[in-house]
């Protein structure tokens, strides 16, 4: 029996799983502007895919990339969500727009 997609399956579920809660932080304590770190740290991670030759591997480390990446979108959305009052604004950080005042 082969298990790489069961492996790759996993893998791609405990990335989402952990983004999720790394996003909601890092928009709560770093604002939207961290995202220049989520492309750099995806962008790593995908040039880093390319030297394996196990595809499993390769495969496992480029979801972390692309979660990374899509991370990026997640953080905007994140915003959006704290001004609609759906999540808590960081309290110690100044409103950035009129809404939030």
Do not use: D
């Amino acid at each position: 029996m082969y298990f790489n997609g069961l492996l790759i399956g996993i893998i791609a579920l405990l990335s989402i799983g952990v983004f999720h809660p790394v996003v909601i932080k890092c928009e709560y304590y770093f604002t939207e502007k961290i995202w220049p770190l989520f492309l750099v740290v995806g962008l790593i991670f995908l040039a880093i895919s390319c030297f394996f030759e196990n595809v499993t591997v390769s495969a496992m480390i480029s979801i972390v990339g692309f979660s990374c990446l899509w991370s990026i979108l997640e953080l905007k959305h994140q915003t959006r969500r704290v001004e609609k009052g759906w999540f808590p604004r960081n309290p110690n950080r100044p409103p950035q727009s009129e809404k939030e005042k």
